[in-house]
């Protein structure tokens, strides 16, 4: 079972920043897809960044300008960095890979973290 651990949340004034990290932990030879969605409570999960293997990447229009989707293949690893923090980014942050290939083959579910938390105030 792929588990995915985040990291790098956290409560921040606005105008701040923070690097929000995502790591699968298991023997996984390549990821299609991985990337980061955000959640507010009463609301619908929404995407924030996602990045492919190929390097491609697309954002939300709130995230362009402002945050920077990163991802380190051989440690099954994607960034999210997050500059110039509104009080409206405040969300649980998740992580999200699509389609992988481990020592079982192919898998083209999709997972999620946990979730880390995000809070910008002053």
């Known amino acids: 079972q792929v588990q995915l651990v985040e990291s790098g949340g956290g409560a921040v004034q606005p105008g701040g920043s923070l690097r929000l990290s995502c790591a699968a932990s298991e023997t996984i030879f390549s990821i299609n897809v991985m990337g980061w969605y955000r959640q507010v409570p009463r609301q619908e999960r929404e995407l924030v960044a996602i990045?492919?293997?190929?390097?491609?990447?697309n954002y939300a229009d709130f995230a362009k300008d402002r945050f920077t989707i990163s991802r380190d293949n051989p440690k099954n690893t994607v960034y999210l960095q997050m500059n110039n923090l509104k009080p409206e980014d405040t969300a649980v942050y998740y992580c999200?890979?699509?389609?992988?290939?481990?020592?079982?083959?192919?898998?083209?579910?999709?997972?999620w973290g946990r979730g880390t938390l995000v809070t910008v105030s002053s």
């Open positions: 990045h492919s293997r190929t390097g491609s990447t």
């Open positions: 999200n890979v699509v389609g992988l290939t481990t020592d079982r083959g192919f898998d083209a579910s999709q997972y």
